[in-house]
């Protein structure tokens, strides 16, 4: 009945000023702070006294598509976010879900750390990659909130922000962060049977490839609803190798593409294209090698040209 952002009046930042003052968190649902951003680049500041930045940005803007003065910004470096919103003058618990920010991300409200991922630093050597989504929660003592965001990428080849945060209720929040894990964990739950099913036909059948082919191909993309999204495998091996984790997330991609390409020529021999197949086979190969032998600020790259 109350649809996000339903309401008559038009809720847009101005010069890195959202008012939102009127908005209704429980008839209005979750706020998509997708709004422009005082932005700050090469400087990590959180106090309030600094400077107005001339310069604003979007969250779903990756500093690979930014330019400052005309000229693009590097996807390697480090940046400061800046949003002040305006709220009713009542005391009710908030949250703001922060999805994958590449690599490392600090964030504030109102001067106070409420979430981190990795560690935030001005080069290589100082900064930690990580990605961690996370449901920060915060009670506004006044009409005012401050959100400060603070990252540094020098490990990806898509710095920035990928998606959006979302401010609303806590509760609201929250649940919605669950029926996401939820759904990921459903996603690889069925391709684990899926692929674990296939596999015993082919046991039975050892004449037939094409069962072989689909299991294996089930078994690698279950890998990735557990990898991305609300990035499961990371809270239950916090302590893994990131890089390793995106070897992890990006070889299903890689290799599973030809794999399903043999299943659909296992299937239909004379209507599909040997030619097409080793094509695939090919590339699915050379990526896969990319993925295994270089590191992650190389391989990145190369999602744009599989797309």
């Known amino acids: 009945i109350f649809p996000t952002h339903s309401f008559a009046k038009n809720y847009k930042s101005q010069n890195g000023i959202l008012d939102l003052r009127g908005w209704d968190f429980k008839r209005g649902g979750n706020f998509d702070l997708n709004v422009s951003w005082e932005f700050y680049w090469k400087q ?10 001339n310069n604003f940005i979007n969250l779903t803007t990756m500093w690979n598509d930014y330019k400052i003065d005309g000229k693009p910004i590097s996807p390697y470096g480090y940046a400061t976010y800046r949003l002040t919103i305006l709220l009713d003058e009542k005391k009710q618990h908030l949250a703001v879900k922060i999805p994958i920010i590449a690599t490392a991300f600090k964030f504030f409200v109102d001067g106070e750390k409420v979430a981190e991922a990795g560690k935030v ?3 290589d050597t100082t900064s930690l990659p990580s990605y961690m989504p996370q449901v920060a929660i915060f009670c506004p003592s006044k009409d005012k909130v ?20 979302l401010l609303g209720e806590e509760k609201k929040i929250r649940d919605l962060r669950e029926r996401n894990l939820n759904l990921d964990l459903f996603l690889f739950g069925v391709l684990l049977i ?10 039975l059948r050892k004449s ?4 072989l082919y689909f299991a294996i191909y089930c078994l690698l ?11 499961y495998f990371s809270y239950i091996f916090p302590s893994i190798n990131w890089e390793l984790v995106r070897k992890i997330e990006y070889l299903p991609l890689y ?12 299937l239909f021999p004379l209507d599909y294209s040997k030619l097409y197949l080793r094509i695939f086979q090919i590339f699915g190969v050379v990526l896969s090698i990319l993925v295994i032998f270089t590191p992650v600020k190389f391989f990145s790259c190369t999602l744009r040209l599989f797309h």
């Open 44 to 53: 990590l500041i959180v106090k309030e006294t600094y400077p107005k930045s």
């Open 121 to 123: 630093g001005t080069d």
């Open 146 to 165: 401050e959100f400060i965001l603070q990252i540094s990428n020098f490990s990806h080849r898509f710095g920035g922000t990928w998606e959006t945060i």
């Open 194 to 203: 899926m692929g674990v099913y296939h596999l015993a036909l082919f046991w």
């Open 208 to 211: 037939e490839k094409a069962p």
């Open 221 to 231: 993309v279950a890998i990735r609803p557990i990898v991305t999204g609300e990035t």
């Open 255 to 266: 290799a599973g593409t030809p794999i399903f390409c043999m299943f659909i020529y296992s």
